[in-house]
């Protein structure tokens, strides 16, 4: 994972980081040198240290200034990592279009894109450039000790080199405790969100306090959890300190008795005093950053799983152009994955240029299935689609999705103004189309009467939009993208009453001179059409036109009696 | 309706701390026991380092082995020690952290409850709760890495320059000034600090919402061809955050620079002093290095702070948000602690209610009189914002009337425990919350003593038994997230399955706008028409069906009656558009 992170063009920036650092370390290095040799000049009696003074200050002004650019190429290393692997990932996430959305929590996927790769920061802009300055940092001071002293510089080596073995040692332990505790961590996450989006319900059933001390049930068990964990990680602060404090004394010891048996010089004393601290400071950054890093290996194999999903096969031949095509569907056969039961089994109908084909039956019966694999939102199980004669998957995604403009029931608003939410499918749109197409959808009049019309923020954190304004919006973009292939999906389901015939008349606007699917709740909506399409498990039980249906007094003359017994 | 800003009041530093301090509650002598751990590892630390530079010293002037030997095992004696207290300090400090953390959640959760969800309706994708559940996250860091660090960079320095003072007085004076102003350091740049860090919090939610709108908008972005324009978008939202990350990293980088100067001006500003006091004979050899090591260790809890410390704009941003929430005012009070004695008899009367969200809003209704005969059923009818939730809202207390009264049984609903008062009223609200936990308890919510039977008898009466049996494990089958594997309509049945059980004499229907297909809607008409039989029923009408079906028709426009009668002798002009 670490090579994938690491770009060829990232390398460089991270070995810039660690160079930053090695720097750092190199003046620490060296202020050490130069205040043992003040203090061995004034063991001698002399006080010539002022060149020595001047010289940890200059080495000072220096570590400051790398410590200043570390700051800031930190983040650009790590920036550049995070954007790359947010287009990436979402990239990868549109590639795989709502077939696979469908399938996650939205939260996980969410929090993988927001938080999972700013954990970047932590691994790539800190851990990883310290990992490399302190493996070199450590090994060059460890060296000079070395040559120091053998035994002394041994001691040191031992103990520098026990250090980055620690969490090695205690990852292995850990790592089942700490996916558990992971687990009971994301759970404790999902209920404390369920309760509190819930709560006015939970308030309105007098069962708030009851699922309140539920919680607090859940949250003491897991701070147990979490304190057990924490119990065993802490550990290895105090096995780090143990190992400096350990280090840092048996070199002083044996240091001095050498130096009283006449082996080393009271300078080369002087010089293993303040280089040992120097030897174990890299080491302690290092653990610091190991810390902070802890949850980047699990949140970045999220990421990494998405970006490896496969992404559907697509074909190179172009769409047919000129005038609305045929769409057919030839023995198309789908079961949902983890679904037994077929949601459309050997479904068959061929829906002429320009016609317009209206699709009812009750809940399950495939009608929205139709509607996602024509799209591609899914691969039909069995079967072909084609449009104007070309099968869906010889044609690439976007060709395909060019072709055809949706009008659903939930249709989502982007975070932006309204004539960003209309121009959604093309953007270069004039503002005299805008309006031509929000006058067609019945949409101009609300538009206009926003605070800031067609400016108007709208989105999770703008405006809210009614449910049949939303619609009228969809409209207003389906005219816009004005594309030769329509599917309606149950378009006036959200209309209150009172708007219901001018979406009609829009839809109706929109639907002309295109190859039109309608798929309808409410019969009203579909008496126009050339053709209704029965719809029953996942096959067509009838087919002909509105009257014709009715005389038959088969499936459809029993939908329409339970619309009318509700109406 | 407008959503009450939450947004921390702006005041001192000191005075921004204390709600961080307030949340602490009982675990206070936890945080206590790390904090003297820490000031313990601290003092552990010098004291050793200072023995070692001793024993160094020692074997410089020409100590004998014999000598040394003291020194050797005083410092071997400090290594247990020097293991112990971090680990007990980090230890403590965790527990603690993670008690409080989940003190914290319970009063969230609490204030959840108080405010919900009158101070919350305009919330509706639940993101206040995301916030407030990553808000207590942020919380960790400071009470398991930060707080306790604090206090061991008060107090250590304090003994390290007695420990100075002890070997010379002039050391000690030496080594104050940067000291101090080492401590002076964060109040530099705080203004910086806190515009920086609110700007990244800004920049991250952005980044977010462009997430969202990538994950959730999924289908209309590939449908319209717009994927690439959503990445460049992402891409904008990635350069934004790192600009914020680079101010951020300035800053800091200079306070870093800083404080890692002043360390070194304390260094050399002991050593000089020391040579003098040695090579005038005022200090012993022996003590030089002992000086030089003590200074340069003095700095160490200081240091560990400031590198926390720089983070610590955002943890004060989240405790921020939290307190803010946990003392925001209820919108709703209780004023007695028991119902008025005797059975309550179901009529609901408004009598002249007129209502407004706010002081500087218009009224949401006015002079509103109505009442709704036990077993009655009453539908208000109007445009969006007519004031038909409105009124619903009052009934079920989530906003006490701005004039006038609601009444019930002839007795004001503030005049009722708001416990006692939800007993009498049950509740299908549009959208409806189904919760991660088996549709057998989602139905049997609000009496969690019903049986299975009486659960199932429920759902038959709601018409959702058929689709429930159907599920994969029936009854026990838990509702994906945001119940979103079940239908708008099945949704709907399951709500009046609970509604049904809970058996409330007063009912309001809060009808359904979208997602119902044409058996749906038979079988929703139904299950209301059960729910409602020998029910005070309010129902909040957006169907023409529901209109015919109900006994009464209440007209609102722009918050006034405009009309009262049943469905057909009403004018058909009072529900046409204008």
Redesign the interface.
């Known amino acids: 994972m670490i090579v994938r992170l690491l770009t060829p063009g990232v390398r460089w920036r991270m070995a810039g980081v660690a160079g930053l650092l090695l720097a750092v370390t190199a003046t620490y290095v060296g202020?050490g040198l130069l205040?043992a040799h003040?203090?061995?000049t004034?063991?001698a009696?002399r006080?010539d240290?002022v060149w020595q003074?001047a010289g940890?200050?200059v080495l000072?002004?220096a570590?400051?200034?790398a410590?200043?650019?570390?700051?800031?190429a930190?983040?650009?290393l790590s920036?550049a990592v995070?954007?790359d692997l947010?287009?990436r990932m979402?990239?990868r996430?549109?590639a795989l279009?709502?077939g696979w959305?469908q399938r996650g929590?939205?939260?996980a996927?969410?929090s993988s894109?927001?938080d999972g790769i700013?954990t970047v920061?932590a691994y790539v802009g800190r851990f990883l450039p310290q990992l490399v300055a302190t493996i070199i940092g450590a090994v060059g001071v460890t060296a000079y000790i070395f040559v120091l002293d053998p035994l002394v510089g041994g001691v040191v080596l031992a103990c520098a080199v026990a250090l980055p073995l620690l969490p090695l040692f205690s990852d292995r332990v850990l790592r089942g405790r700490n996916a558990a505790w992971f687990t009971a961590y994301k759970r404790l996450?999902?209920?404390?969100?369920?309760?509190?989006?819930?709560?006015?319900?939970?308030?309105?059933?007098?069962?708030?306090?009851?699922r309140?001390a539920e919680?607090?049930g859940v949250?003491?068990r897991?701070?147990r959890d979490?304190?057990r964990l924490?119990?065993v990680v802490?550990?290895y602060?105090?096995?780090v300190?143990?190992v400096?404090?350990?280090g840092?004394?048996v070199a002083?010891?044996a240091?001095?008795?050498r130096?009283?048996?006449g082996e080393l010089t009271?300078t080369e004393?002087?010089i293993?005093?303040m280089l040992t601290?120097e030897c174990f400071r890299p080491l302690r950054d290092l653990q610091?950053a190991y810390h902070a890093s802890y949850n980047a290996v699990p949140s970045l194999k999220a990421v990494f799983e998405v970006i490896d999903t496969p992404a559907p096969p697509e074909g190179t031949v172009p769409a047919r152009t000129g005038g609305p095509p045929a769409v057919t569907f030839e023995d198309v056969s789908h079961t949902y994955r983890e679904r037994g039961r077929a949601a459309l089994a050997r479904f068959s109908l061929h829906v002429a240029p320009g016609e317009r084909v209206a699709l009812v039956g009750?809940?399950g019966a495939g009608k929205t299935t139709v509607a996602s694999l024509l799209?591609r939102?899914f691969d039909a199980t069995g079967g072909r689609i084609t449009i104007g004669g070309r099968d869906v998957r010889e044609m690439s995604?976007?060709e395909l999705?060019?072709q055809?403009?949706?009008v659903?029931?939930d249709?989502?608003l982007?975070?932006g103004t309204v004539r960003h939410n209309l121009t959604?499918?093309k953007?270069d749109a004039t503002d005299a189309e805008l309006h031509a197409a929000a006058r067609a959808a019945r949409a101009h009049d609300f538009i206009t009467a926003l605070p800031q019309g067609y400016d108007t923020v709208v989105?999770?954190?703008g405006m809210?939009l009614?449910?049949g304004e939303r619609q009228r919006i969809a409209i207003a973009?389906a005219l816009l993208?004005d594309a030769p292939v329509l599917i309606l999906d149950?378009a006036t389901?959200?209309v209150?009453?009172?708007?219901e015939s001018g979406i009609q008349q829009a839809l109706d606007t929109l639907a002309g001179g295109r190859t039109t699917l309608m798929i309808a709740?409410?019969?009203s909506t579909v008496r126009d059409a050339d053709r209704v399409v029965v719809m029953d498990a996942g096959r067509v039980v009838e087919a002909g036109d509105h009257t014709g249906l009715l005389a038959r007094r088969g499936a459809y003359a029993r939908?329409v009696a339970?619309?009318e017994?509700?109406? | 309706m407008t959503a009450v800003a939450v947004t921390p009041p702006r005041t001192s530093p000191s005075r921004r701390l204390r709600p961080l301090l307030g949340l602490v509650g009982r675990h206070r002598p936890l945080l206590v026991a790390a904090a003297i751990s820490g000031i313990a590892?601290h003092l552990v630390v010098l004291a050793?380092a200072g023995t070692?530079?001793w024993?160094?010293?020692?074997?410089?002037?020409g100590?004998?082995?014999d000598d040394?030997r003291g020194?050797?095992i005083a410092?071997?004696a400090?290594?247990?020690l020097?293991?112990?207290?971090?680990?007990l300090e980090?230890?403590l400090a965790?527990?603690a952290a993670?008690?409080v953390?989940?003190d914290v959640?319970?009063q969230?959760?609490?204030a959840?409850?108080r405010l919900?969800?009158g101070y919350?309706m305009?919330r509706?994708?639940?993101?206040?709760?995301?916030a407030?559940?990553s808000d207590v996250e942020q919380l960790e860091s400071w009470f398991a890495h930060t707080l306790s660090p604090l206090v061991s960079a008060v107090t250590v320095p304090v003994a390290a320059l007695t420990a100075l003072g002890v070997l010379h007085p002039g050391l000690a004076v030496a080594l104050a000034p940067p000291l101090v102003l080492l401590a002076t350091v964060p109040s530099w740049l705080r203004r910086h600090a806190e515009a920086h860090g609110a700007e990244l919090r800004a920049r991250?939610g952005e980044?977010?919402?462009?997430?969202?709108?990538?994950?959730?908008?999924?289908?209309?972005?590939?449908?319209?061809?717009?994927?690439e324009?959503?990445?460049q978008r992402?891409?904008e939202q990635?350069?934004l955050?790192?600009d914020a990350?680079?101010a951020?990293?300035?800053r800091?980088?200079?306070e870093?620079?800083?404080t890692?100067?002043l360390t070194?001006v304390g260094?050399?500003s002991v050593?000089?002093t020391?040579?003098?006091l040695?090579?005038g004979g005022g200090l012993p050899?022996a003590y030089?290095?002992v000086a030089?090591?003590l200074a340069?260790t003095t700095f160490a809890p200081v240091i560990a702070v400031t590198?926390v410390a720089r983070d610590l704009n955002l943890v004060i941003a989240a405790a921020g948000r939290i307190t803010t929430l946990l003392h925001a005012p209820a919108p709703v009070t209780d004023r007695v602690t028991a119902p008025p004695p005797g059975p309550v008899i179901p009529r609901v009367t408004f009598d002249r209610v007129t209502f407004r969200y706010a002081p500087h809003l218009p009224d949401a209704v006015t002079g509103v009189t109505f009442a709704i005969e036990p077993g009655e059923t009453v539908a208000l009818a109007g445009?969006?914002g007519a004031g038909k939730s409105t009124c619903a809202a009052l009934l079920?207390r989530m906003w006490d009337v701005t004039g006038g009264a609601v009444r019930i049984g002839g007795h004001d609903v503030r005049d009722f425990p708001q416990?006692d008062l939800?007993?009498l009223?049950?509740?299908v609200?549009q959208d409806?919350?189904l919760?991660?936990i088996p549709i057998r308890d989602n139905i049997r919510?609000?009496r969690?003593g019903a049986t299975d039977s009486e659960v199932e008898a429920a759902a038959r009466a709601a018409r959702a038994h058929d689709f429930i049996a159907a599920l994969p494990d029936g009854y026990a089958t838990v509702p994906?997230?945001l119940g979103a594997h079940l239908?708008g309509?099945q949704r709907q049945r399951v709500a009046i399955a609970?509604a049904l059980l809970?058996d409330a004499p007063i009912l309001i229907l809060d009808e359904a706008?979208?997602?119902?297909?044409?058996?749906?809607?038979?079988e929703i008409?139904t299950a209301m028409a059960e729910a409602s039989r020998d029910r005070t029923t309010l129902v909040i009408a957006?169907?023409?069906?529901t209109l015919r079906t109900a006994d009464r028709v209440i007209v609102l426009d722009g918050g006034h009656i405009a009309g009262t009668g049943t469905f057909t002798s009403l004018t058909t002009s009072a529900?046409?558009?204008r």
Do not use: C
């Not at chain 1, 369920?194 to 309105?204: E, H, I, N, R």
């Not at chain 2, 024993?55 to 002037?61: D, L």
């Open positions: 202020q205040v003040i203090l061995a004034v063991f009696g006080m240290i003074l940890v200050a000072q002004v570590r400051s200034g410590l200043v650019l570390r700051e800031t930190a983040p650009r920036g995070k954007a947010r287009q979402a990239g996430m549109l279009g709502p959305a929590r939205t939260g996927t969410q894109l927001v700013e920061d996450y999902a209920e404390n969100l369920d309760a509190l989006q819930g709560m006015a319900t939970l308030k309105a059933f007098n069962a708030s306090r009851r309140g919680l607090a949250a003491e897991f701070s979490s304190i924490m119990a802490v550990l602060v105090g096995g300190a143990f400096v404090g350990l840092t004394a002083l010891g240091g001095s008795l130096l009283a048996a009271p004393l002087l293993i005093l601290a610091a009750r809940s799209l939102f995604l976007a999705r060019a055809i403009a949706v659903s029931q249709t989502y982007f975070h959604l499918a953007p989105g999770e954190r809210k009614s449910g973009r993208k149950e389901a959200s209150d009453v009172a708007n709740h409410r019969l939908l339970a619309q017994g509700a109406a | 590892h050793s070692g530079a024993v160094v010293s020692r074997a410089v002037t100590a004998s082995v040394l020194g050797v410092l071997a400090l290594l247990p020097l293991a112990l207290t971090p680990w980090s230890y965790h527990v993670y008690r953390l989940a959640r319970g969230v959760y609490d959840f409850e919900s969800p919350l305009e509706r994708s639940g993101d206040l709760g995301a407030a559940v991250i980044l977010s919402a462009e997430a969202v709108d990538t994950i959730q908008g999924v289908r209309e972005l590939v449908t319209s061809g717009a994927g324009r959503q990445l992402l891409r990635d350069r955050l790192l990350k680079l951020h990293g300035r800091s980088g200079a870093h620079a800083a890692n100067a070194v260094l050399l050593l000089v020391a040579a003098v040695v090579n050899h030089f290095p030089v090591v340069a590198d445009h969006s079920t416990e939800r007993r009223i049950t509740l609200p409806v919350h919760f991660t919510l609000g969690p994906g997230e239908s309509g609970r809970k706008v979208s997602h119902l297909d044409t058996e749906s809607e038979h008409n957006h169907r023409p069906s529900l046409r558009p």
